[in-house]
């Protein structure tokens, strides 16, 4: 006969809980005006599970308190929506039914940003080899505004500079690799205030979409050609034909997927003078 032998472990004892519950967290951080705010009220000691409340006072306006999976803390969380010190008493009970109250004022200042705000809301995506040019906008704040690709990185073989009046900031250059690329713009008030806006580019290997336009031919007899620009947001305008084309239409096979463009075209006479653009078109390219 086989004699088996098995050992047993140990039971695992939970360590015991000293004292009355007691809230640990001594102050909460300050918040903005349409600024998220995260910030966590712990407690410890008595036994869990504990229950919380707001005892007196109220939260800032868009905040929220939330219970803890674990119970152990009051989760603060929302958008600020209004600039004000609020004052607030937080409550918690253990399960043995002892309490503790602790007294917080929250601080919610204006936005830092002075009304300045990033108003391009997207880019328009590239091809490898076909020259990229989009730009980012803003408004509003004192100029001039200094700009940064706070994280991220453009794609590669496009570089980023900053236009003379400082309001936009201009990407141009010739995507070298077929990528996704996300990216973060940042830019600065004189007065401090900043805006961040988040965007993302991607460049395909090559074109695979072709525009055709057409317009009415201009009926002035000394009319030799005519140009075609294209703007990514209907306002920032570049040629995109070498020479002037001669008929009334032209073929754009540099656009790239899941982009929009505008385009426009002018026509030209015998002593090189242009014309006003026509009425701009929008293009979806899908």
Known sequence: MKRLLFFLLPLALGAPCFGNVAITTT???AGTVGTTYSAAINASNGCTPYKW????GALPAGVAAKVSSTTT??????????AASDSFTVKV?????????KAYKVVVEASTSGGLAITTASLPNGTVGTAYSAVVKASGGCTPYR?????????AGVTAKMASTTTSLNLSGTPTSAATDSFTVKVTACSGGASEKAYKVGVQSSANHVVDLTWKASRTSDVTGYNVYRSPDGSSWKKINVSLIASAQYSDSTVANGSTYYYAATAVDIYGHESNKTAPIKVAVP
Not at 53 to 56: D, K, L, N
Not at 147 to 155: D, F, M, N
């Open 73 to 82: 803390s009051l989760d603060l969380t929302g958008t600020p929506t209004t």
């Open 53 to 56: 409340a707001i005892a007196s």
């Open 147 to 155: 700009w940064a690709i706070a994280s991220g990185a453009l794609p």
């Open 93 to 101: 009970t253990g399960c043995s039914g002892g309490t503790y109250e």
């Open 27 to 29: 102050s909460l951080p």
